[in-house]
């Protein structure tokens, strides 16, 4: 019985009656479907192939003898022209086949026509190989080509060694700046792919309009001499060292930098222009670079860029249009015959361009310095133009002033005007209002990174009180802030501008709350987030790697613009400062640009440009001659110290 119930099996329970095949008779075969003869063909190709090259070559003799034969028998055979015979016909039918297969096709005694097919062999294997051999050897150049590893020769070219977040905008300046002398070519030498690299930038460099520069890519590791070698860095007009997206980015830059020196030698130097990630590097790039060459300290430039945008609210469009090669940018210049005039005479000589500042002979910049500076013989001058042109210099007498400034009344302070020059513009504040005005002093700082100590030191130099949150605080809290700073971060998060976007998306939320409008600086690492940030008016999306790249692309242009921009981008000093317009001229005054220019200058500024009431556009270098009502919410860009304009400068 436990046998009986061990393999007893259950009956199984089906919907369905199962279709059940009849029983097999006893003799007969049962029939089986075999797989197609398309499986078939295709199984016995793939066993002949890897049989290797000689049952591959049999086979395809003999599938060629199967169709070249019958078909030249039937063309002899229908032929009227054929011979009458049969060993006629047969004698033509092997000419064809021998012609068709290049063979030879000779008749007579056998010997003959193995020795003719032997022949015939081997001019076919000669000439097979030899096509072989042609076919490789392009087929090699073209995959070097591709790869990117074939040599450039080129001569003033730019040259951007490595790959980063930085690399798009910074060929796309070099290639804006090349088209302004309407030739040269900029090389990309990374260790990433050619084609994807090109793929990359072809959107930027059809964005920049360089038809006539040339783009050129090469793969391979820059700190590699071998591969450094083949872009030609010794003839390159400058060479920009990027740091990678990686931890050991300094690390690379110190070994590219070193590799740079090695093929270039220190007997003829070019012009180098670096970059590292963190300002602790910094000495020991310089080191590795050597004389000459000029290390830019990311953090520490983006660093200082925010704790600007903190202090001049809208300053991130002006830095950026002043830094792109698109309008206006500073350009150096050295012109015979302007050494010994001094500095407000060379502002109000220059006709069409905004004079920013003086070059010593050595090559120190003086931005905004007084006006009885005299330009020393040997130096230059920093302007503010379109492009490269010289600018036009010419020494007409001061516009004279406009009807409604003239009949205003001037200050204590200001003086008559003398014959035959304009009078000055005076600019009586409204009644009631102090001399200065105290800005904000406390910002509301969410989120942290490795800047963040540097930005809170440089708030505090300029009066500042940072107030450090991780998430933002009550409104209640939050209220006590003058403005407000989002930092990305953290350091190492794979993406750290998604902090920045969702703080952004809280405080919009907040402020449609309580209905107050708090003006907030951002910080970006991608170029690309930018179009999803949620801004507003009152909000500076500042992107880092953006303008670290446009400043990069300047300097590689022009060294002298290092130390000015640097001075620039400095928290104390002369620095970009957006002035009210009505600092400078009463409001509603009808003047030209040119008047506000020379106002400026009697109160130790030096203007760049303005930007109009109701836009974020800023508006650089713009015409001097036309006609503008200047209001209250025109404001005027200027560089100049930290003190705010007050008294005019004699």
Not at 139 to 158: A, F, I, N, P, W
Not at 271 to 289: D, E, I, K, S
Request: hydrophobic letters at 40%; charged letters at 20%.
């Amino acid at each position: 019985m436990r046998k009986e119930r061990e393999y007893t099996v259950p009956p199984q329970r089906t919907s369905r009656p199962a279709a059940v095949p009849p029983p097999p008779v006893p003799g007969q075969a049962r029939y089986r479907p075999g797989p197609p003869l398309r499986d078939r063909t295709r199984y016995w190709i793939d066993r002949t192939v890897v049989k290797g090259m000689t049952a591959v070559a049999g086979w395809l003799a003999l599938v060629s003898l199967a169709v070249v034969a019958p078909a030249s028998v039937l063309l002899v055979w229908t032929d009227s022209r054929s011979p009458a015979t049969v060993q006629g016909k047969m004698e033509t039918v092997w000419r064809t086949v021998g012609q068709t297969l290049r063979l030879g096709g000779e008749v007579g005694p056998p010997l003959r026509i193995v020795l003719s097919v032997l022949l015939a062999l081997v001019s076919l294997l000669y000439v097979s190989t030899l096509v072989g051999l042609v076919t490789t050897a392009i087929t090699d150049r073209l995959t070097e080509l591709h790869r990117g590893q074939s040599t450039v020769v080129e001569r003033g070219h730019s040259l951007v060694l490595g790959w980063s977040e930085q690399t798009p905008t910074l060929v796309a300046e070099l290639l804006a700046a090349h088209a302004q002398r309407r030739y040269g070519a900029v090389v990309v030498l990374a260790d990433r792919d050619k084609l994807d690299m090109e793929r990359e930038l072809r959107a930027v460099a059809t964005a920049a309009g360089a038809r006539r520069v040339r783009l050129l890519c090469r793969r391979g590791r820059p700190a590699d001499p071998v591969a450094l070698a083949r872009v030609s860095p010794a003839a390159a007009g400058a060479v920009v060292v990027l740091p990678p997206d990686t931890p050991e980015a300094d690390t690379q830059v110190v070994k590219t930098l070193l590799a740079l020196r090695a093929v270039v030698g220190d007997a003829r130097p070019v012009r180098v222009v670096a970059a590292v990630r963190q300002t602790r590097h910094v000495a020991t790039a310089r080191l590795a670079a050597g004389p000459g060459a000029v290390v830019l300290d990311v953090d520490g430039i983006a660093a200082r860029i925010l704790v600007q945008c903190v202090l001049e609210p809208g300053l991130a469009l002006v830095l950026e249009d002043l830094l792109d090669f698109a309008g206006a940018e500073l350009h150096v210049h050295r012109v015979p015959g302007l050494g010994g005039r001094t500095f407000a005479e060379l502002r109000a000589a220059c006709a069409d361009a905004c004079v920013v500042g003086l070059v010593r002979p050595d090559g120190t910049p003086l931005l905004n310095p007084p006006p009885r500076t005299v330009l020393a013989p040997g130096g230059a001058v920093v302007v503010l133009a379109e492009d490269e042109s010289p600018p036009t210099w010419t020494t007409p007498p001061a516009p004279p002033p406009p009807p409604s400034a003239a009949r205003t009344t001037p200050t204590k302070r200001s003086k008559p005007a003398r014959a035959g020059k304009a009078a000055k513009l005076s600019h009586p504040r409204p009644a009631g209002t102090a001399a200065t005005v105290t800005p904000p002093r406390r910002v509301l700082v969410l989120g942290w990174n490795r800047r963040g100590p540097e930005i809170v030191d440089g708030l505090a130099r300029n009066g500042w009180e940072a107030i450090r949150e991780e998430a933002l605080p009550a409104p209640d809290h939050a209220r006590h802030a003058d403005h407000v700073l989002v930092l990305g971060g953290p350091d190492g998060h794979p993406d750290p501008d998604e902090h920045t976007l969702v703080t952004l998306l809280q405080l919009r939320a907040a402020e449609r709350q309580s209905g107050r409008r708090t003006p907030t600086v951002a910080e970006l690492a991608d170029a690309h987030h930018h179009p999803l940030a949620p801004g507003g008016p009152h909000t500076d999306l500042v992107v880092g790697g953006r303008l670290v790249g446009l400043l990069m692309a300047q300097v590689s242009q022009t060294t002298e613009l290092a130390a000015a921009f640097d001075e620039l981008f400095s928290p104390t000093g002369n620095a970009v400062r957006l002035d009210p317009a009505t600092d400078y001229v009463p409001a509603g005054t009808e003047a030209p640009f040119a008047a506000l220019v020379e106002a400026a200058g009697r109160r130790g500024a030096t203007a760049l440009g303005y930007r109009p009431g109701g836009s974020r556009t800023p508006l650089l270098n713009p015409p001097r001659t036309g006609i503008r009502r200047w209001s209250h919410e025109d404001t005027l860009i200027v560089v100049r110290g930290d003190a705010r304009p007050s008294e005019e400068i004699g």
